[in-house]
């Protein structure tokens, strides 16, 4: 039996409107939250993101701005900046867009960030935070992926969570949000990385598999344990000559043979990738509400 399609898209629509109708209520006392974007360069995926950001702003109901820099800002002239940002009352969330120019030092600019404006919780106190089970915001993708599990009733509570990659962005917090003593939470976690010997040992004993690692269709169907849950961090480009773009995207699963395993498994696109954004919005929300 082929395993559920958990619809991201869906869970993604169904948040968003909840966080509009909170906004709505925050709009009625005559606050708006806000979220500054900084775009540092004219990287093509970045503007994308970027643009996306700002669309779902308006779709939730916040108000947004993107201030654009060129390729050749200096490290202080943004450091002024993110200043501002800070001391501005009106501004709940700050973003800056990843990657940054070779002349700008992203952890020095990541820590400028006023962690109670940190909307992507990338800096250390929020990292700390995080880490200890008491956090300010929880980071976009794994908080995303915790969704997707809590609103497809896979919820890792008791549960064996594999999780293949170790990045600062998605392995390394939603390891630490899945082995807290709490809600959505409360796994046994193994974390696999490209040091790990016999990938596919450990990859058959999760209840709960998260593939996270940025190579495309690693995980096949035969790594999968019968009856686990897959969910596809991944999103890659591999070349297609039958596409018009010569590219498809994919995902770090082989779906087609990890569908016949599992119960349930994310699409991509379609899976985590919408949860991203609106947990990003669910964070400048929670920025509005922390003050």
Same mark, same amino acid.
């Given at each position: 039996?082929?395993?559920?399609?958990?619809?991201?898209?869906?869970?993604?629509?169904?948040?968003?409107?909840?966080?509009?109708?909170?906004?709505?209520?925050?709009?009625?006392?005559?606050?708006?939250?806000?979220?500054?974007?900084?775009?540092?360069?004219?990287?093509?995926?970045?503007?994308?993101?970027?643009?996306?950001?700002?669309?779902?702003?308006?779709?939730?109901?916040?108000?947004?701005?993107?201030?654009?820099?060129?390729?050749?800002?200096?490290?202080?002239?943004?450091?002024?900046?993110?200043?501002?940002?800070?001391?501005?009352?009106?501004?709940?969330?700050?973003?800056?867009?990843?990657?940054?120019?070779?002349?700008?030092?992203?952890?020095?600019?990541?820590?400028?960030?006023? +962690?109670?404006?940190?909307?992507?919780?990338?800096?250390?106190?929020?990292?700390?935070?995080?880490?200890?089970?008491? +956090?300010?915001?929880?980071?976009?993708?794994?908080?995303?992926?915790?969704?997707?599990?809590?609103?497809?009733?896979?919820?890792?509570?008791?549960?064996?969570?594999?999780?293949?990659?170790?990045?600062?962005?998605?392995?390394?917090?939603?390891?630490?949000?899945?082995?807290?003593?709490?809600?959505?939470?409360?796994?046994?976690?193994?974390?696999?990385?490209?040091?790990?010997?016999?990938?596919?040992?450990?990859?058959?004993?999760?209840?709960?598999?998260?593939?996270?690692?940025?190579?495309?269709?690693?995980?096949?169907?035969?790594?999968?344990?019968?009856?686990?849950?897959?969910?596809?961090?991944?999103?890659?480009?591999?070349?297609?000559?039958?596409?018009?773009?010569?590219?498809?995207?994919?995902?770090?699963?082989?779906?087609?043979?990890?569908?016949?395993?599992?119960?349930?498994?994310?699409?991509?696109?379609?899976?985590?990738?919408?949860?991203?954004?609106?947990?990003?919005?669910?964070?400048?929300?929670?920025?509005?509400?922390?003050?």
């Amino acid at each position: 039996m082929s395993a559920a399609i958990i619809d991201g898209k869906k869970i993604a629509e169904d948040i968003k409107n909840e966080i509009a109708s909170e906004v709505l209520k925050l709009k009625q006392t005559g606050v708006v939250p806000h979220l500054s974007v900084v775009l540092v360069g004219d990287n093509p995926a970045s503007e994308v993101y970027v643009r996306n950001k700002g669309k779902m702003c308006e779709e939730v109901g916040m108000s947004h701005e993107t201030i654009k820099l060129p390729v050749s800002t200096f490290q202080d002239e943004l450091l002024t900046l993110i200043g501002e940002l800070n001391a501005n009352p009106k501004v709940s969330g700050i973003l800056v867009q990843l990657p940054l120019p070779k002349q700008i030092n992203e952890s020095v600019i990541i820590n400028s960030i006023d +962690p109670f404006k940190d909307v992507d919780c990338f800096h250390p106190f929020n990292v700390g935070k995080l880490s200890i089970g008491e +956090p300010v915001f929880l980071p976009c993708t794994p908080a995303g992926v915790q969704e997707l599990l809590l609103r497809s009733n896979a919820d890792p509570s008791g549960k064996h969570t594999v999780i293949v990659g170790r990045s600062n962005i998605v392995g390394k917090p939603l390891a630490s949000m899945l082995i807290q003593k709490s809600k959505g939470a409360n796994s046994t976690v193994t974390v696999c990385h490209t040091g790990t010997k016999d990938l596919s040992y450990h990859t058959k004993q999760a209840d709960i598999l998260i593939a996270a690692m940025g190579q495309a269709e690693v995980i096949r169907g035969d790594m999968i344990k019968p009856g686990a849950v897959v969910i596809d961090v991944g999103m890659n480009r591999v070349a297609d000559a039958s596409k018009k773009s010569g590219f498809r995207l994919t995902g770090d699963v082989h779906f087609d043979s990890a569908k016949e395993v599992a119960s349930a498994i994310t699409p991509v696109p379609g899976g985590v990738g919408p949860m991203t954004i609106i947990m990003l919005m669910k964070n400048t929300l929670k920025a509005v509400l922390k003050k």
